[in-house]
């Protein structure tokens, strides 16, 4: 991909299984709040919205019922390419995480290996990768490769060749950078994932914490696409936080049309990714 033939897509992460609603009061996590969010994001140039759901007490949960009508309300109410996590918390048992496909998403996150997060692991056995792939496949859902550090771009090429293309026909994948256990959030890093990027394959990049801009310039420059959102970064600049996801997706969408690849909109991604309309 030449970098200034297409134009940026963004996806909006709003909340994550990691923020506690009591220390981020302005945390998406009901229903109502999910929602809004994604019609205010996609107002100003958010196309796909990874979605983590909570539970009523804010909690993360994989209930598939919360999940089902999650899909269906972000489906009723904006034009975003639904793309649920099966990554959940690092807690969830793979059961749990590979019964998200039931919700019959548009797409979903499919993580390509195992590796420290924070103070915990999250737990990505092979035999649990060619699962979701494979349920994904059988279901028509299209795969974001999820890659938190270097070597997991192998595993997605070793994946590809044992079992063929996603649903779809095409290999999107999102670079997740600078969780601590993972690869670092910089420019070099991210030069260093592109020859190991398959063929044909598109990517976006997501800077974790203070590697947001950092990684979201270097995306731009490469001919990336970016993920932002408040599941990655609470703070917007030094000593300030984030007001919502909007703003998050705002910013993205500015610094996009000054790189002069301007944000997409759904129709567009639904077919850069291969999602049937
Ligand atoms: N919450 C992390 C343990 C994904 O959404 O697929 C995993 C995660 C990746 O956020
Ligand atoms: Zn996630």
Redesign the pocket.
């Known amino acids: 991909m030449s970098p200034s033939s297409t134009g940026t897509l963004i996806t909006v992460a709003p909340t994550?299984?990691?923020h506690a609603k009591a220390e981020v009061p302005n945390l998406p996590v009901t229903l109502d709040e999910l929602v809004q969010t994604a019609r205010d994001c996609e107002r100003v140039g958010a196309s796909v919205i990874?979605i983590?759901v909570r539970d009523d007490e804010a909690k993360p949960t994989l209930d598939l019922g919360r999940l089902k009508e999650t899909v269906a309300a972000v489906r009723a109410h904006t034009r975003l390419v639904v793309q649920l996590?099966?990554?959940?918390?690092?807690t969830d048992p793979e059961s749990d995480r590979l019964a998200v496909l039931d919700a019959l998403p548009d797409s979903a996150?499919c993580?390509m290996g195992t590796v420290n997060?924070g103070d915990d692991v999250?737990l990505n056995r092979w035999e649990f990768i060619v699962a979701l792939h494979k349920g994904m496949q059988e279901r028509g859902i299209v795969p974001e490769y999820?890659i938190f550090d270097l070597g997991q771009l192998t595993t997605l090429r070793r994946l590809l060749d044992q079992h063929g293309l996603p649903a779809g026909g095409h290999v999107h994948l999102d670079l997740?950078m600078g969780v601590p256990g993972g690869m670092p959030g910089d420019t070099e890093t991210l030069a260093a994932a592109l020859r190991l990027i398959p063929e044909g394959a598109t990517f976006s990049a997501t800077g974790v914490g203070r590697s947001s801009l950092p990684v979201l310039f270097a995306s731009l420059s490469a001919g990336g696409h970016v993920r932002v959102g408040m599941?990655d970064t609470l703070s917007y600049a030094k000593g300030e936080r984030v007001r919502d996801n909007a703003q998050l997706v705002a910013r993205a969408s500015g610094l996009a049309r000054i790189a002069q690849r301007p944000p997409i909109g759904p129709e567009e991604s639904r077919v850069l990714l291969g999602v049937a309309s």
Do not use: D, M, P, Q
């Open positions: 994550g299984a990691e990874h983590h996590s099966t990554g959940g918390a690092v996150s993580t997060f999250f999820e997740v599941e």
